[in-house]
């Protein structure tokens, strides 16, 4: 559980025999990878990357959107944290976790640049985002919310909930397609400066559906000179590009642990800015002693406290690859595929090529094929014909599409045999 003075972890654990931080905790093997890469095509370098991930062979995944494996040194530290945990008991728990928890808030706290009252453990994004919008406090009645096609279908539902209870509009808009910098700015000032009841605002710093790497810094201050508060889903963002959360310039932020950081699956965190912990209520679990806090903001009741103790073990790998190494590879695998499939008649690539607006996810559809039956065809026909694992997605304003994601452990081979699927589908579809 997140919620220390629920169970008095802190102050019980103080007279622990087994306290004393999480170094020495596990028995996991070094990663085995050199200090750096020579560049973001370094494939021997990137094959002793990719050597620290146990992959099927059975396919070619580039679908490593949903979670992102646990390398070879984190899954053995998982392993023996786990073990401990079990061991050891409620004891443990209750006697030892508290300043472990501590040190490990601690250190995300830092790696994101925030202070530990501004960062609470969730078991993802979504649980984040959706306490952080539950209780947000300051819609009235006649106010609106606001999101585009682009944002997470779970936390779009959450925020019509939020606009319903409040008596408060709720303001859908679409990303223009194609996607540039300029266009998407234009089309948030123009609905803010047409909608001047919004409140609240939902961004989403890079798209489940397509890929897009939104402007969130530039809207977030458009948005405020308007008065308008923002929460951020960078659930795909952290560890798949290089920032802070002070970066974003939002005033709420949910973050994901468990995807392009490499920690166990069911960890993420929350966000409130420094000042704005009030207009966010208390869970309602919270007890006297969490009202001043964040950790009063969301209960996750008894989490796996394996998962927590082996974030530090999942940033110190993301440290052998260098944070902005693996944002470079990540967004070079994307260019291969892209590069072998864009301006191809029929193949409409989603993410354009500016490099402030994509990181290493992208979507393409394929002209006139907009449907989720026809882009679970297609994605069907990847996997079936060649192997290839992507996923089709849906809610784009323009139509379904097929994500294509690219992992730490992905190769050049790899991307190029998805291009070559991909334009292999084209003609079977398109002719």
Known sequence: MTQLSRRSLLAASLASPFAGGVSGLAT????????????????????????????????????????????????????????????????????????????????????????????????????????????????????????????????????????????????????????????????????????????????????????????????????????????????????????????????????????????????????????????????MSAGPGEVDSIHGRVHTGTSNFAAYMSVPDAFAFQDTMGWPEKAARLSHLRDLWVSQCQGVEGVEVLTPDDPRMHAGITSFRFSGMASEDENKAIAAYLLEHHQVFTVHRTGVTAGACIRVTPGYYNSARDMQRAAAAILDARQHFLG
């Not at 070879?72 to 409620?90: G, I, Q």
């Open 28 to 283: 996991a093997q070094s990663a085995s990878v050199p200090p750096a890469p020579a560049g973001p095509d370094d494939e021997a370098y990137w094959a002793r990357v990719a050597a620290n991930y146990d992959v099927t062979g059975d396919i070619t995944n580039v679908e490593n959107g949903n979670w992102g494996l646990m390398a070879h040194p984190v899954l053995d530290a998982y392993k023996a944290h786990t073990e401990r945990v079990n061991r050891d008991n409620s004891y443990f728990a209750r006697r030892a976790y508290g300043p472990i928890f501590m040190d490990i808030l601690e250190e995300t706290a830092t790696r994101l640049g925030a202070s530990t009252d501004e960062i609470a453990f969730t078991r993802g994004a979504t649980e984040a985002l959706q306490n952080l919008i539950a209780g947000y406090n300051r819609l009235e009645p006649g106010d609106a919310v606001m999101m585009a096609d682009l944002d997470y279908g779970s936390v779009m539902n959450t925020m019509r909930w939020k606009a319903s209870q409040a008596g408060a509009e709720t303001i859908e808009i679409a990303i223009p397609e194609p996607a540039t910098h300029d266009a998407v700015l234009e089309t948030y000032r123009a609905a803010l400066t047409s909608h001047p009841n919004t409140r609240l605002l939902l961004l989403t710093h890079i798209s489940h559906r397509t890929g897009l790497v939104m402007p969130v810094r530039e809207i977030s201050e458009m948005a405020h000179e308007q008065g308008v508060d923002v929460v951020v889903d960078a659930a795909h963002s952290w560890g798949q590009m290089d920032f802070t959360a002070p970066d974003l310039g939002a005033d709420f932020i949910g973050f994901n642990l468990h995807k392009w950081i490499g920690a166990p699956i069911g960890v993420g965190a929350m966000y409130i800015r420094k000042g704005r912990l009030g207009d966010i209520d208390p869970n």
